[in-house]
């Protein structure tokens, strides 16, 4: 095998998901962040176009929004991500809803990474990794 199948192979795949299906679950299912300090764990602040949702990467530049309150851990999930530097996940909102099983769809409103050990391996350098993402569902 060349190394360019090698690297082929090697490639996680990320997930492709509609504007409008990313759109209505964008709506509804709202990222989580560890902003740290006294901030701690808050919703990302909404911005509400769909470049945002597709091209920024949120746990990069997004503002604290409200504390998330009322909310229970349903599931953790593996999430596929396409880069990842210096052990953070570097993703988009896209990249995590496209991933979300079917069967938890009408469950969850909230989801946070907040595993991604697999890519502090080569922390030096950009890399593709799967990390945990843990999914909320309002507490009933």
Not at 26 to 48: D, H, Q, S, W
Not at 103 to 117: G, P
């Amino acid at each position: 095998m060349t190394k360019a199948e090698e690297l082929q192979k090697s490639k996680i795949t990320i997930y492709e998901i509609s504007d409008e299906r990313l759109i209505m679950l964008a709506e509804r299912i709202r990222p989580i962040l560890n902003f740290g300090g006294e901030l701690g764990r808050r919703y990302v602040r909404p911005k509400r176009w769909e470049c945002y949702y597709r091209d920024e990467v949120y746990t990069l530049c997004s503002s604290p929004g409200d504390e998330p309150i009322g909310l229970v851990h349903l599931v953790d999930i593996p999430t596929h991500h396409s880069r990842a530097y210096r052990g953070l996940v570097i993703t988009t909102i896209a990249e995590v809803l496209a991933q979300i099983p079917e069967e938890y769809l009408d469950k969850i409103v909230a989801f946070e990474v907040i595993d991604n050990s697999n890519s502090r391996r080569n922390s030096t350098r950009k890399e593709s990794c799967i990390a945990t993402t843990r999914l909320f569902a309002l507490d009933q």
